[in-house]
Nanobody, 120 residues
Framework: VQLQASGGGLVQAGGSLKLSCSAS????????MGWYRQAAGKERELVAG???????NYAGSVKGRFTIARDNAENTVYLQMNSLKPEDAAVYYC???????????????WGQGTLVTVSS
């Protein structure tokens, strides 16, 4: 199983970026998908999560500015980031809780991270 994240880059404060993360490999089902971020010198933190049913949750710092969505048919999760602030700069990681077998438990997988830089 691989999670491939893309869409990071350099943007000015107030700008927008859209991150994508596609899961591939032997996947039976994906329950929860999410985005996390880790800024330099800080711990990794949850940005947003979404269940297979579409229930979402967000970190307080991004509510109203970021939107998470998923395409279950494509095993892809997106993060639309608007009104970006310098404090949003970080490496963004996607995560998925998925099953590779009907007889196995759901396990957590991580993507490689994509860098978001926000200039003031």
């Amino acid at each position: 199983v691989q999670l491939q994240a893309s869409g990071g880059g350099l943007v000015q404060a107030g700008g927008s970026l859209k991150l994508s993360c596609s899961a591939s490999g032997r996947i039976v089902s994906i329950n929860r998908m999410g985005w996390y971020r880790q800024a330099a010198g800080k711990e990794r933190e949850l940005v947003a999560g979404i269940t297979i049913g579409g229930t979402t949750n967000y970190a307080g710092s991004v509510k109203g500015r970021f939107t998470i969505a998923r395409d279950n048919a494509e095993n892809t999760v997106y993060l639309q980031m608007n009104s970006l602030k310098p404090e949003d700069a970080a490496v963004y990681y996607c995560s998925a809780d998925l099953k590779t077998s009907y007889f196995d438990v759901s396990r957590n997988y991580w993507g490689q991270g994509t860098l978001v830089t926000v200039s003031s």
